[in-house]
């Protein structure tokens, strides 16, 4: 009964600021705000059901981005026909993020407009 927005920003080639939000009806009433609440942090809040999943994603990604570590691919692939299970949210999030850091996605070696002068 939740909305969650999710804003990820890239702040360098190894560091991203992800910031998660629940939103909800501006008209609900304290009572259906409580409920609201309720039912986003059963499953995305400080103590909810995927936060175990996310944590050991984020530290095991995050070793293999450690500038001291030995090149590493991280192969990630599911499609669920564009769904919030598919990897659509992922693979637009990288394409914005390799036109902010001028990297292409598939290959940070090189520059954003050399790849897409290769992928055409």
């Not at 927005?5 to 702040?11: E, H």
Request: negative net charge; glycine residues 10%.
């Amino acid at each position: 009964s939740a909305l969650r927005a999710d804003i990820m920003t890239p702040l360098g080639p190894d560091k991203v600021m992800i910031e998660f939000r629940g939103l909800g009806l501006k008209s609900d009433t304290p009572e259906q705000r409580l409920t609201r609440q309720r039912h986003h942090n059963t499953i995305w809040g400080p103590f909810g059901r995927n936060l175990h999943e996310d944590l050991l994603a984020v530290t095991t990604q995050q070793g293999s981005m450690n500038e001291w570590a030995e090149k590493r691919r991280i192969l990630h692939g599911r499609h669920e026909d564009e769904t919030i299970h598919d990897e659509i949210g992922m693979r637009h999030f990288y394409d914005e993020w390799g036109k902010w850091m001028d990297r292409w996605p598939g290959d940070p070696e090189i520059s954003y407009k050399e790849g897409e002068k290769n992928a055409a």
